[in-house]
């Protein structure tokens, strides 16, 4: 059921007024784009009106923000609101154009970023599926260790690709990885990950050029790429019968999913995974606020209730 319009005052209407003749006249917007300006404006003036205001020169920063959490709670999209907020501040452009506004309010308050749909993780039992590959050519070999190792050391795509032999420590069971912003990192890779990477390194020197220093290299003999990298993957998640498309970032988001179910321990993977802040961990990982702020009480010393210590 939507709401009756509310009357504006003229402080509020004369100005809006004197914009869409601007917009008609000098702008040259498109039809659509006038209609779509004067409805998102019109009705910001109408909550403006609800929230005591009377006049545009009331309007401030946290008057904006209070009208971009009120589209939120009604459920607007993100491109929707955006467009609410982008109509305002042309509207407060204007004003300043005119010397009736000395600053825009509406300047530094944005729209939340539409956020990417993570992909689904694997189960363990389709993890166990798909990394059933008993093949022993040398293209088999590689792709079950490029496989065990995205999924056992939660590496991403670049990551792994970028890898050389010097970087992999069989002995210690670590792998120097350089990930996003040229940041350096130790990852450690054991069991099945571990084996399977002895196994290709066997056989790898049947595939790679005598000077090619990759670790995963093509058939051609040089590094392997992203795409043929994928390509793979795919291929193999077809042919394991896995009902999931199988993609790099799937078996590194499986990896995530998996290790903080079974340690609880949101600072050791958000360490494994090389993330920057702890909150692109808590999304990899589907954790509620509540899981999050538990993880915290428990791990962190200085969160620990009194009488516990």
Known sequence: MSESPVTLPSSLQQPLERFYEYLRSEKGLSLHTQRNYKQQLETMAGHLVQMGLKSWNQVDAAWVRQLASKGMREGMKASSLATRLSSLRSFFDFLILRGELSANPAKGVSAPRKQRPLPKNLDVDEVGQLLEVDEDDPLSIRDRAMMELMYGAGLRLAEMVSINVKDISLGAGEIRVVGKGDKERKVPFSGLAQEWV????KVRGSLANADEPALFVSKLGVRISH??????????GQKQAVASHISPH??????ATHMLESSNNLRAVQELLGHENISTTQIYTHLDFQHLAQAYDQAHPRAKKKGKE
């Open 250 to 255: 799937k078996l590194r988001h499986s990896f």
């Open 227 to 236: 795409r043929n990298v994928q390509k793979r993957m795919a291929e193999w």
């Open 198 to 201: 002895a196994k290709w390194l």
